[in-house]
Antibody, heavy 122, light 112 residues
Framework: QVQLVESGGGVVKPGGSLRLSCEVS????????MTWIRQAPGKGLEWVAY????????KYADSVKGRLTISRDDAKQSLYLQMNSLRAEDTALYYC???????????????WGQGILVTVSS | DIQMTQFPSSVSASVGDRVTITCRAS??????????LAWYQQRPGKAPKLLIY???SLESGVPSRFSGSASGTDFTLTINSLQPEDFATYYC??????????FGGGTKVELK
């Protein structure tokens, strides 16, 4: 079955860096767009970034542009989020998700990881 | 950028009630892009779950008491005969290629 497992979260000081990983199984990773979506404590969902299949293109939310970088390693079936220059407002639960575009070419997140917590605090 | 406004932000209901949640786009969406909308359910402490895609298509395994519709810039999620497991927070998400993954603010369905 499809599984997405995030790792790499933790507590980091403002201005610090962290790298999140998402290891997937149960589907042909290279064929799918993938995304990171975050949720601040007690708040709603906020899209962070997505990457096309075979790293065809990347797109970022304005709030993270220039600081967070999404990447993928198809051989390792893994998605990454390099987080630099972290701010308090980046504190959130970070979910990796699979985007299914086969239904009608829309961007639907049909599988989600369990989420990994990132806390930015001095 | 388009903003998706969901209302109400919370609703109190009883088991068996019908609940309607609306999501409105801040600007008109082109006719050809208007059906690209999804609805998700998020239970406390859990990851979101896809319920509806294409504005009105039910995801596999989702009970038929959930339905979605679209009219102009308004998108509606209806839950008929609310069940105990339906008390959760619901999010809409614009899913077209110009504004992919734009989420609404969420609607919490609470027990009255």
């Amino acid at each position: 079955q499809v599984q997405l497992v995030e790792s790499g979260g933790g507590v980091v000081k403002p201005g610090g860096s962290l790298r999140l990983s998402c290891e997937v199984s149960g589907f042909t990773f290279r064929d799918y767009y993938m995304t990171w979506i975050r949720q601040a404590p007690g708040k709603g969902l906020e899209w962070v970034a997505y990457i096309g299949s075979r790293s065809s293109f990347l797109k970022y939310a304005d709030s993270v542009k220039g600081r967070l970088t999404i990447s993928r390693d198809d051989a390792k079936q893994s998605l990454y989020l390099q987080m630099n220059s972290l701010r308090a407002e980046d504190t959130a639960l970070y979910y990796c998700g699979r985007i299914d575009r086969d239904r009608d070419s829309g961007y639907y997140v049909d599988y989600w990881g369990q989420g990994i917590l990132v806390t930015v605090s001095s | 950028d388009i903003q998706m406004t969901q209302f109400p932000s919370s609703v109190s209901a009883s088991v068996g009630d019908r609940v309607t949640i609306t999501c409105r786009a801040s600007q008109g969406i082109s006719q050809g892009l208007s059906d690209w909308l999804a609805w998700y359910q998020q239970r406390p402490g859990k990851a979101p779950k896809l319920l509806i895609y294409g504005a009105s298509s039910l995801e596999s395994g989702v009970p038929s008491r959930f339905s979605g519709s679209a009219s102009g810039t308004d998108f509606t999620l209806t839950i008929n005969s609310l069940q105990p497991e339906d008390f959760a927070t619901y999010y809409c998400q614009l899913a077209n290629s110009f504004f992919p993954l734009t989420f609404g603010g969420g609607t919490k369905v609470e027990l009255k």
